[in-house]
């Protein structure tokens, strides 16, 4: 079993940045790669960004370059979110999945086993 906190969320004006965090426990060792999604409201959840054990990351398309996704050797999750619009308003999840599945499911829920209970992401205009 692994367990995951977010943290870091807050409330930001368009333009602005956040870190956000994500302690991990449990048995890490079985994790094979991690990842950040979002639900903005009235959305369903979607991905943002995830990285591997090779360390190889992937984003999706809204991301545009204004987010990065790291991991360290603490097995503590990251995503620093830059030139933040009112669109990135969401609950942000970090999940985790010990299983191996296709590239393109890792941007997607069903590509996690284990997820966090989010952290709230609010960007005003």
């Known amino acids: 079993q692994v367990h995951l906190v977010e943290s870091g969320g807050g409330s930001v004006r368009s333009g602005g940045s956040l870190r956000l965090s994500c302690t991990t426990s449990?048995?890490?060792?079985?994790?094979?790669?991690m990842g950040w999604l979002r639900q903005r409201p009235g959305k369903e959840r979607e991905g943002v960004a995830v990285?591997?054990?090779?360390?190889?990351t992937n984003y999706a398309p809204f991301v545009k370059g204004r987010f990065t996704i790291t991991r360290d050797n603490r097995n503590t999750l990251y995503l620093q979110m830059n030139n933040l619009t009112p669109e990135d308003s969401a609950m942000y999840y970090c999940?985790?999945?010990?299983?191996?599945?296709?590239?393109?499911?890792?941007?997607?829920?069903?590509?996690?086993?284990?997820w966090g209970q989010g952290t709230q992401v609010s960007v005003s205009s």
């Open positions: 449990g048995i890490t060792d079985s994790i094979l790669y």
């Open positions: 999940a985790a999945n010990e299983l191996d599945t296709a590239q393109y499911l890792r941007l997607r829920p069903p590509g996690y086993h284990f």
């Open positions: 990285i591997n054990s090779d360390s190889t």
